[in-house]
């Protein structure tokens, strides 16, 4: 009972610009929001430094954007980190039917899909914007979705797709 009532209250004081944890005898201790947003920070420079696209991959995933935005079906792109180098990679092939997709997506292995898909608005205009799939099955082992979750910011940025 003591434990639900700290949690409360912690999360209340969460409210008012602090962010609180829980001591190893349930106790509240405080950390600045300052401090925990340059950790925030850190990490995701730490991400970025940690993860790379060539240039190849880049280029391919510029000409999708552009291309998909004209697209009248919907297409995608399969992404994939390289274990040894931390590369983000993808195969030259546009998958453009969701059949397509379901084959190339791996059981037991994580990926990210850039997907536009077309849709018309009430104003009758079409519109493809892009999402990110980040796709990580149950069956992947814990250091594949840790890689995988390790560079999900960094991808959405590159892809341009917004939250």
């Known amino acids: ?9 912690s999360f209340k004081l969460s409210l008012n ?6 001591s190893q005898h349930f106790g509240i201790f405080w950390e600045n ?5 340059k950790s925030v920070e850190m990490s995701l420079t730490m991400s970025s430094t940690l993860y790379s696209f060539n240039d190849e991959t880049l280029s391919k995933l510029r000409k999708f954007r ?9 297409q995608a792109l399969v992404y994939q980190i390289d274990k040894k180098t931390y590369e983000i990679k993808t ?3 546009i ?28 104003d009758g205009l079409t519109k493809s914007p892009l999402l990110l799939i980040y796709y990580r099955p149950q069956t992947s082992t814990q250091d594949m979705k840790m890689l995988y979750a390790g560079a999900v910011e960094l991808i959405r940025e590159k892809a341009g797709v917004s939250k």
């Open 1 to 9: 009972m003591r434990l639900k009532a700290s949690l409360n209250m």
């Open 17 to 22: 610009g602090r962010v609180c944890g829980i």
């Open 33 to 37: 929001l300052a401090e925990s947003k």
């Open 66 to 74: 552009f291309a998909s935005a004209r697209a009248s079906t919907m």
């Open 91 to 93: 195969d030259d092939e």
């Open 95 to 122: 998958i453009t039917s969701l059949e397509e997709l379901v084959e190339e997506i791996p059981d037991n292995t994580p990926r990210y899909i850039v997907l536009s898909y077309p849709i018309k608005t009430k």
